[in-house]
């Protein structure tokens, strides 16, 4: 069994920052990309950053130049770095990754998720 485990959300003012960590433990044999998305009330939930294994970063337009992601992959473990935060990055934040176990095949996995909430 695969589990993320997420921790870092909280409350904080417009233009300040937060970092949001991911873990995954259990039957992992190795871990292809990792991400964080997103979801506000009433909406879909969107990307806002990934990361390969080798290190390649894609993010949504949105958050280009204020989000950072990052990985160590000896830890299984995913980070994202949230500055200049805005209002309208309030949502709830979750981790996701696709995964190599004892399955023998890929699978996506989801942490629980974390709630951001940034106030103007």
């Known amino acids: 069994q695969v589990q993320l485990v997420e921790s870092g959300g909280g409350l904080v003012q417009a233009g300040g920052s937060l970092r949001l960590s991911c873990a995954a433990s259990?039957?992992?044999?190795?871990?292809?990309?990792m991400g964080w998305y997103r979801q506000a009330p009433g909406k879909q939930r969107e990307l806002v950053a990934t990361?390969?294994?080798?290190?390649?970063?894609s993010y949504a337009d949105s958050v280009k130049g204020r989000f950072t992601i990052s990985r160590d992959n000896a830890k299984n473990a995913v980070s994202l770095q949230m500055n200049s935060l805005k209002p309208e990055d309030t949502a709830v934040y979750y981790c996701?990754?696709?995964?190599?176990?004892?399955?023998?095949?890929?699978?996506?996995?989801w942490g629980q998720g974390t709630q951001v909430t940034v106030s103007s």
């Open positions: 259990g039957s992992i044999i190795s871990i292809n990309t």
């Open positions: 996701n990754a696709n995964i190599y176990g004892y399955s023998g095949s890929f699978r996506n996995y």
């Open positions: 990361i390969t294994s080798r290190g390649s970063t």
